[in-house]
Structure formats: C-alpha cells, structure tokens
C-alpha cells in the first residue's frame, strides 16, 4: 500500500472546501477502499492512471462510470477537439457542430426527427421530462430503473422511501426536495408486466411519460416492452428510454437498436461523448417541438467541445464497429471471473451485459471480502472492484495481467475462507460503503 497516501489526504482537505469531497458519488473512496483510495489523477492514458504518488495503475473498475468506451484522452477524438477549441469553443453565434451533430445522431436512429442537447444526463432527463409534460400537459411520471438525481426521480420516496430501494439508490433521502411532488413520480418493477399495467391503469390519465432504462443488468423479456409500447401508444403517453449508462455498447447509436419496439424519446451521455461533456434528447417532432413552448435553455449547452467530441466519438464508433469490441472484451473479463471463481470454491455471482460486466460474492460479509480483494488488486497497481466496464484500451496484455493477479487474489481469499472468514483482520482500514448514496 501507498505509505504517504497522498490521495487520501488531498480527499481530507478536499472535504473541508467541497460539500461531501466530490462532485460525483460514484468516485467517493468509501466506495472503494476508504483511507487508502489513490482518489485523485495527474493523467488519465487510455486504461492508465497515473495518480497524486506518481504510481501507474490499471483501471478496472467502471471506468469513470462508463463515459469513455474509447479509453481516456483517446487521440482520434483528442485531435478533433484540439482543432475545435484553436476554432473558438464558444461564440455569440451558434456553432455549426450543434447542427452536425444532431444531423448525424438522427441518421444512426432514422425514427427520431429531432435533436435536443446538454451537458450532462441528469439535465439531459430532466430535460425529456419538461418535453413529455408539455407535449401531454399532464404531471405524473411511471418508471422503471435508475434516473438521476433531479428533483422529479428523487420525489419517488417521498411516498415510500424505500421507493428507489430496487432502482440504485437504497435508503435515498429526500432532503431538498419539495414534499408536494408526492405520488408525481411511481416506480414499477423491471420485466414485471402485471406490476405495469396495474401502475398504467390506476393514473392512465394523469401521465405525462412512462420512462425506463431499456436494461441494466438483464435482458427486457419480449412481452414487457410489447406491453409498455402497446399501452403508451394506445393512451398517447411518450415512451422514453434512458440510453444514458448502456448507450451505444451493444450497437452503434445504443441498445434499443436491437430492440423491436422503439420509445418515442431516447436520451443519451456518458459514452456518447468519451469522456466530454455532452447529453443528448432524441425524439419524434410531434413531441419535441414542445421544447419550443416550455422553457429549456442554457448558455454552456452551445459550446463546441461537446459537439465535435460526439461526432468524432461516432466516427470512430462507426469505422471500428467498437461495440464488437467492447462486446468481445467483456466476455474475456467474465470468463476470467468464472473460471477462478471455480478454481478456488469461491462462490460469485456475474450479471450485466457483456461490455458492462458485474460480479458479487455471496457471501454475508461480502463487503469485507470485496473491500480485500480491491485491497489486494491495489497492491499490483490495479484499481478493481466487483465493476469493469469495458474500454477498448484494455489491451490484451492488460487483460492477461489482469488476470494474473486475479488469480492470486482469489487464492488468498479462498484461503481466508477456509480459515475463519474474518476478512476485517487482513484490511488496512474500514470495510467499503456497501450503498450508492452519500458514505459518511
């Protein structure tokens, strides 16, 4: 371990000027390996991080939550916005990239007609929500996964705060947010049609949107999106997806391409930018032109870097077919996994699709155990974690790497297992946040 852990103790100060440490919760330490996190970068390569200690470190955790399926700095994309910004990344008139861009997002999705942009995909949601509502000048929202952190998905545990329990965000508080937004947003189980139609009917005619996350982790059975699509159509209700996490690592242009039935909005980022800021709102005109009588505005959504960095991210994705990659790359992870899994007797468990992989230990204190194994990993100069979203700058020797040390790890666990599971015994400091939400 790094004995000057300079990382953590930037973290420290951190805390005392920055409300929580980060900005993102999903970078928090406690998350990690709390007390002993590297924390912060000075350079970010491809699938290399070089932190505050100056060390280099392999990254396979989620990859800065998946926005980069290209790796970090990637030079194809990097050279572009280099171009853009000598340009002028930001003028009094609008730049042409904003029409490129939208243009050739329409092209990879010919059912959509028109583009709307952000900088994030929260806002990018929040965004798809004002345009549904004014389109259906109706209030409630149906939903089903994860959404973001704005005011109308936050809402949902007003009415029960366990609510978002099976959404991500176990335990969310509601502080902040207007208790009168009670009941305007309801959840519905995931592949659970009866749970659906149940939802759908008792406020048919008070929904401005049904929203779901296409998948996550499993696959959407055929008669639960057939119902979704039959229902919202036949009650003219817009069906968005949230394409914000899973966007374009199956397909170019995003998963519901390989679906039958398309939603009326689709909303992207994260990947579809590598790692620049960018969302994106794709959807039917009759819709989207109510973005026109609502109002939905902001300076920093025109600048330049955003565009070009998801017309060349498109580009690339186009010229590569980097969704094979990805796919490809993935299923290499999860074969490691299973395959020394059962070699040491550890029992795990695997989801996610293949450029999004997971694993978990079954275990009780399956917490302790991960927290060792991200400790251990961090020894070899590897940030891991039971996550790995897949970047195509994880080279093949990487991977073997990668899978060398794995095996050595699991060796070791396997043998604390054998002898008394105390797992608290062999780590450095306190056993990870096992929830995704502030960790004190």
Not at 170 to 196: H, M, Q, Y
């Amino acid at each position: 371990m790094n004995k000057k852990n300079l990382g953590n103790k930037l973290y420290l100060k951190a805390k005392k000027i920055i409300p929580g440490g980060v900005q993102l919760l999903s970078k928090k330490p406690e998350l990690f390996l709390p007390g002993h996190w590297p924390s912060y970068y000075i350079k970010a390569k491809g699938s290399v991080i070089i932190g505050l200690d100056k060390k280099k470190y392999y990254d396979f955790t989620n990859c800065s939550v998946g926005m980069c399926p290209l790796g970090y700095s990637n030079d194809f994309v990097n050279k572009q916005i280099i171009k853009t910004i000598k340009l002028g990344n930001i003028s009094t008139l609008n730049s042409v990239k904003e029409y490129d861009c939208a243009k050739k997002m329409i092209k990879l999705h010919p059912w959509f007609d028109m583009a709307r942009f952000t900088k994030s995909g929260g806002e990018a949601m929040s965004v798809a929500v004002r345009i549904a509502r004014s389109y259906t000048k109706k209030e409630k929202i149906l939903f089903c996964g994860y959404h973001g952190w704005h005011d109308w998905y936050i809402s949902a545990n007003i009415g029960d705060k366990k609510n978002l329990n099976s959404h991500l965000l176990p335990g969310t508080s509601t502080l902040g947010v207007p208790s009168f937004l009670k009941n305007t947003s309801i959840p519905f189980e995931f592949n659970n049609t009866k749970d659906f139609i149940k939802k759908f009917n008792k406020d048919k005619k008070k929904l401005a949107a049904v929203i779901l996350e296409p998948t996550r982790a499993n696959l959407p059975k055929n008669d639960f999106l057939k119902t979704i699509t039959s229902f919202c159509k036949k009650n003219d209700v817009p069906l968005i997806y949230d394409e914000i996490t899973v966007g374009w690592r199956v397909s170019t242009g995003g998963f519901h391409k390989k679906l039958k039935y398309k939603p009326d909005l689709a909303v992207f980022s994260k990947a579809t930018s590598n790692g620049y800021a960018l969302g994106a709102i794709l959807g039917k005109k009759k819709i989207m032109d109510k973005a026109q009588d609502s109002f939905i505005s902001s300076a920093y959504w025109t600048e330049n870097v955003g565009f070009q960095a998801a017309i060349s991210m498109m580009d690339y994705f186009i010229k590569k077919k980097v969704h094979k990659i990805l796919i490809k790359k993935g299923k290499v992870i999860k074969k490691i996994w299973s395959t020394l899994a059962k070699k040491h007797n550890i029992n795990i468990s695997i989801t996610g699709l293949d450029p999004l992989p997971t694993f978990n230990f079954n275990y009780k204190n399956k917490d302790e155990i991960m927290t060792y194994f991200t400790q251990e990993m961090l020894k070899k100069n590897f940030l891991a974690n039971g996550n790995c979203f897949i970047m195509i700058s994880h080279t093949d020797k990487m991977i073997n790497l990668y899978k060398k040390n794995f095996d050595l790890i699991f060796f070791k666990i396997n043998d604390i297992l054998k002898n008394n599971s105390n797992f608290k015994k062999y780590l450095k400091g306190k056993v990870k946040s096992a929830k995704f939400r502030n960790p004190v």
